[in-house]
């Protein structure tokens, strides 16, 4: 399968800050990237899907302000996580298709706010 | 009702048992459907796709359609304790190119 890479692995910040994590595909070019968000012991949340060279669109209740995405090329989507608060704590994942249906996900950032 | 329902579990098998894991989906336009296995804070790896009834066979593993009764499974034969995880039903939405997952279900092979 496709291989989707995310880092930082794991980020500990204090509130207030902001805090980026990238996404990238490495063996192709996705034109639609995707981000979740997982809770201790819940299911995948879809928070946005990311298209390149062109506006996320956020799902419902997701604050596009408070969670800035870019899509700046083929290979690439960042997750900005602005004025973060502990209950933004969670574990953020990406995902992008190789031209197919699959999805292929990344490992994940496990993020930690003080 | 929610788009994609399944067992929460947890489900326990006998190592070398099979094990049955159902899924049920609301939206009946669909037309692919996935399996994904997660280990305790990994994130999730996709280890089967259907998009035509019936079964379809990738090794001990197992998944079947039934788009009339909007339900899909995952048989894992030979269980193996290292199959242990939470397993993921996910359904794309057409059109949206987005994919709903079930809440998951977690599994236990005992040696």
């Known amino acids: 399968g496709a291989v989707v890479s995310q880092h930082p692995s794991r980020v500990i910040c204090k509130s207030g800050t902001s805090v980026k994590i990238e996404c990238r595909s490495l063996d192709f070019q996705a034109t639609t990237m995707f981000w979740y968000r997982q809770f201790p012991k819940q299911s995948l949340m879809l928070m946005a899907t990311?298209?390149?060279?062109?506006?996320?669109?956020?799902e419902q209740g997701v604050e596009k302000d408070k969670f800035l995405i870019n899509h700046a090329s083929l290979t690439l989507s960042t997750l900005t996580v602005t004025s973060a608060h502990p209950e933004d704590s969670s574990f953020y994942i990406c995902?992008?298709?190789?031209?197919?249906?699959?999805?292929?996900f990344g490992p994940g950032t496990r993020l930690t706010v003080l | 009702q929610k788009e994609v329902e399944q067992n929460s579990g947890p489900l326990s098998v006998p190592e070398g048992a099979i094990a049955s894991l159902n899924c049920t989906y609301s939206d009946r336009g669909s037309q692919s459907f996935f399996w994904y296995r997660q280990y305790s804070g990994k994130s999730p790896e996709l280890i089967m796709s259907?998009?035509?009834?019936g079964d379809k066979e990738d090794g001990r593993f197992t998944a079947q359609l039934n788009k009339a009764s909007q339900y899909v499974s995952l048989l894992i034969r030979d269980s193996q304790p290292s199959d242990s995880a939470t397993y993921l039903c996910a359904v794309l939405i057409q059109g949206a190119q987005k994919l709903v997952f079930g809440q998951g279900t977690r599994l236990t092979i005992n040696p």
């Open positions: 995902s992008a298709n190789d031209r197919g249906r699959e999805q292929f």
């Open positions: 259907i998009y035509s009834n």
């Open positions: 990311s298209n390149e060279g062109s506006k996320a669109t956020y």
